[in-house]
């Protein structure tokens, strides 16, 4: 069975500091990876997403960036957070011709990053 | 104007309740339809899936789609407070790339 991993689950970072978020997938090859962020009164906004090794597509520009390493590995990383990337980010997979036929997108235990 | 609007609530409701949520999209584009369930500090997980226009139903819940309004809801019977929780509807386009647009959520509360 699949299963997705994100780490770690909480952290507190002062403005300034860098950040990297990292989640890998399990189970399966070649999965679709997202990186969402769902902030207080604002819903999952779409980050980045990836269709495979090296290809990341940027939703929102930001001061955050991502990588896709390997095949099941999607890291997010920040050079310097601002106070506006606190929130709680969520890793997601799915396989496209699966998605099709189901709609369901796999989300792992999410991060909770607050920046003081 | 947002591409999905979604009540962010909270609802209260008693144990047993009918509970009606609801969203409304503005991309006639939309083909792909689904609701998540999200709790408390955890990651959304599926619940409801339809695609186009149309009802589906599954044991207590039951989706619906009205591409003509742009409306989409979803319906829960003989509500549990194991449904308390965010109901976040989501939206994609046919084709291509599935980028998925969420609503900002609904947050239910079933009262014993």
């Known amino acids: 069975s699949q299963t997705i991993h994100q780490w770690p689950a909480t952290l507190v970072q002062p403005v300034g500091s860098p950040l990297s978020l990292e989640c890998t997938v399990e189970?399966?090859?070649?999965?679709?990876l997202y990186w969402y962020r769902q902030a207080a009164g604002r819903g999952l906004q779409l980050l980045f997403y990836?269709?495979?090794?090296?290809?990341i597509s940027s939703e929102v520009p930001q001061n955050l960036s991502a990588s896709r390493p390997q095949d099941r590995q999607f890291i997010l990383s920040s050079k310097k957070l601002l106070l506006s990337d606190s929130g709680f980010y969520l890793c997601?997979?799915?396989?496209?011709?699966?998605?099709?036929?189901?709609?369901?997108?796999?989300f792992g235990e999410g991060s909770r990053l607050t920046v003081l | 104007q947002k591409e999905v609007e979604q009540d962010p609530g909270p609802l209260s409701v008693p144990e047993g309740a009918i509970v009606s949520l609801n969203c409304t999209y503005s991309n006639s584009a939309f083909q792909y339809f689904m609701w998540y369930r999200q709790y408390s500090r955890k990651g959304p997980e599926l619940l409801m899936y339809t695609y186009s226009s149309g009802n589906k139903e599954d044991g207590r819940f039951t989706a619906q789609v009205d591409k003509s309004s742009k409306y989409i809801s979803l319906f829960i019977r003989d509500s549990q407070p194991s449904d308390s929780a965010t109901y976040l509807c989501?939206?994609?386009?046919?084709?291509?790339?599935?980028?998925?647009?969420f609503g900002i959520g609904t947050k239910l509360q079933v009262i014993p």
């Open positions: 989501a939206m994609t386009l046919s084709g291509g790339y599935q980028k998925v647009t």
């Open positions: 990836s269709v495979g090794i090296g290809q």
């Open positions: 189970g399966t090859s070649n999965p679709n």
């Open positions: 997601a997979w799915t396989k496209e011709g699966a998605f099709r036929r189901t709609g369901e997108l796999f």
